[in-house]
């Protein structure tokens, strides 16, 4: 029996009603520790109690919803997605995937079926980093690998968040499930790029997270006034960084799967008359396939060398990040699949370009992804919009999923 189109229709309803809990007058931000996060929690906290669940925030501050299994030796299945925001957002990045999970917890019920397994459904406090700038520290807390270091780190006005987390309780350390038997952790997300919509599908299965490497390159000239020095003496910067991002773009292009970004560049010292004496690149490489991210971002650091080498130019090199990218569950995502079949849908796979709290959870458990098609794309925008008829299926996949589970 699929899920009744009104179900699917209250989860998009939700997530615009949930997107008018903001920190900021007439857009949707919502940060770590903040009112408007704690008013998220009492409102989705009373969607998950309609729902059957019980339901209480954890020691760093996550949303925690829960129904117990008949069998209690049977484990706990771990479902959801963040709750936080980035600025001026929009209303389903995050939120979907903790409103799915309530839905089909509450179809269960309908039902009056119950599973063998308990399930919990998280909704993490922390994702995005806009407060503090970290990464999933909610579902790091879960996972058990947030490094106590971090609960010194100050936002804009001093606090810390170590004083944050002081409010929900016992200290960070004690959200963490290490140690409990678990079945896995599932994740419903917009996909936040344009690749289901160009294959005409309302969902995907996610093949893996994209591992990411981030680093920035120097380039040194020499500066000198730009009517006096000819053409051809001259050791412009800028000149060589505008070659590195076009050969950043063109590797890219080049190799099937990876992503390679110029985000931020910048030619010094900034003005209309002088010669640009230094510039840097940032420089944002993603691949599902580790070897191959490791191998583009080689070349690249070798062709910067090389056309500084080609100017007179010094050209330095840093490594911000190296993320590797993380696989989903092979079994997990093989009941996925079936579910997906299961629902008479083609089954479409595709790897994630982004980041997401399943990347965090994949040191506490198993995880596997659902993406939902997304109007356009467009992510990280107010604009951000979801096909109530793709919530739907996504709603009958996840159903399917719990019931192959149990
Ligand atoms: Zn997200």
Known sequence: MPADPGRAEQVVRRCRELALVSEEEGRLTRWFGGPAMARANELVGRWMAEAGMGVRVD????LVGRVPGSDPRAGTLLLGSHLDTVRDAGAFDGPLGVLAAIEC????????????????????ADEEGLRFG?????SRAVAGTLDPAILDLADEHGVTIGEVVAAF???PGAASRRGERLLGYCELHIEQGPVLEGQGASVGIVTAIAGATRAEARFAGHAGHAGTVPMASRRDAACALAEFVLAVEAAGRAEPGLVATVGRLAALPGAPNVIP???????????????ARDAAVDALRDRAAAIGAARGIEVTWETRLAAPAVAMDPALTRELAAAVADSGIAEVRLASGAGHDAVALSELTGVAMLFVRCAGGISHHPAESVDAADVAVA???????LRRLA
């Open 395 to 401: 709603l009958d996949v996840l159903d399917g999923f």
């Open 105 to 124: 917890v509450a179809l269960l019920r309908a039902r009056e079926l119950s599973l063998p397994f308990a399930v919990d459904v998280l909704g993490f």
């Open 169 to 171: 309780g016992a200290g």
């Open 134 to 138: 970290t990464t999933y520290l909610g």
């Open 277 to 291: 004496g230094s510039a840097l690149a940032s420089l944002d490489v993603r691949h599902a396939d580790d070897a």
């Open 59 to 62: 020691a760093a501050g996550n």
